[in-house]
């Protein structure tokens, strides 16, 4: 899929056509934080993932520009994206936005980030404006708490 060893572009691309940007800021890419972008590479519409220091992008579709940035606001009429707070240190994540114009590919996003966390880590939902989807994914995922 790809390595956590840095290019001079920071920017990979897999075998399948995502491209993964590593922001200049991470240093050394957190075991955690590779596991999360390989398992949303594999969620098939997911195209665009950046890495920040302290945040997870992935989606389907990137703003136009020099700077690709995966859209993940919610209720965006053709997008299926994700962004996630990390808090490494902390070993825990909280969800900040989904969206996903086509049903059923933000429950495969939300596993594919929780099966990348170790034992122990803890994942949040801090604002739940969904009319029941974090409601559905807590009951499939003990580890996912709204707060």
């Known amino acids: ?8 572009e920071n920017l990979i691309e897999n075998a399948e056509g995502v491209q993964i940007k590593i922001s200049k800021k991470v240093k050394v ?8 972008a390989r398992n949303l590479a594999e969620v098939e519409p997911i195209r665009f993932i950046r890495i920040l220091p ?23 009429p053709s997008a299926i994206g994700i962004s996630v707070i990390l808090s490494l240190a902390h070993e825990e994540i909280q969800f900040f936005a989904v969206t996903s114009a086509k049903k059923g590919y933000g429950g495969r996003m939300v596993d594919a980030v929780l099966r990348a966390l170790p034992a122990g880590w803890k994942a949040f939902v801090l604002m739940d404006w969904s009319d029941g989807f974090w409601e559905y994914m807590t009951r499939r995922y003990a580890s996912l708490k709204i707060v």
């Open 1 to 8: 899929m790809f390595t956590s060893e840095r290019t001079p």
């Open 29 to 36: 890419l957190h075991p955690v934080a590779e596991a999360m």
């Open 54 to 76: 302290d945040l997870l992008e992935a989606s389907s579709e990137a703003t136009i520009g020099r700077s690709r940035i995966p859209i993940t606001k919610p209720g965006h």
